[in-house]
């Protein structure tokens, strides 16, 4: 995905497939950040929001943030998320055999 003409803030849709299921959501990029990814190091990100889908474990009010790096591969590095009851977090823990040179990570 190009993101290059995408303004912060700003609802860009999105299209997605789950269990047959076609669903029409938006994601909000929320700008540039560097992080610290427990294991892999600092990174420089592109910080992302979406709303998620309601169901067993989401009630479709929250906001999945995601953090991808900030170079031709994209990768998405960190995630967390509320849900029902408390937060789920997720983070990237090896890259192996990527496209391009990971140009994000500064140390």
């Given at each position: 995905m190009d993101f290059s003409?995408?303004?912060d803030g700003d609802p860009q849709p999105i299209v997605f497939v789950i269990d047959d299921e076609?669903?029409?959501m938006y994601y909000r990029y929320?700008?540039?950040e560097s992080i610290k990814v427990p294991g892999m190091g600092?990174?420089?990100?592109?910080?992302?929001?979406a709303k998620v889908v309601a169901g067993e474990v989401f009630s479709g009010e929250e906001e999945i943030v995601l953090w991808v790096?900030?170079?031709n591969n994209k990768?998405?590095?960190l995630f967390e998320t509320p849900i029902k009851v408390g937060k789920v977090k997720g983070r990237l823990s090896i890259a192996e055999n990527l496209k391009f040179p990971l140009t994000s990570k500064i140390n």
């Open positions: 003409g995408v303004s076609v669903f029409n929320i700008g540039k600092k990174f420089r990100t592109m910080k992302f929001a790096s900030d170079d990768v998405p590095l």
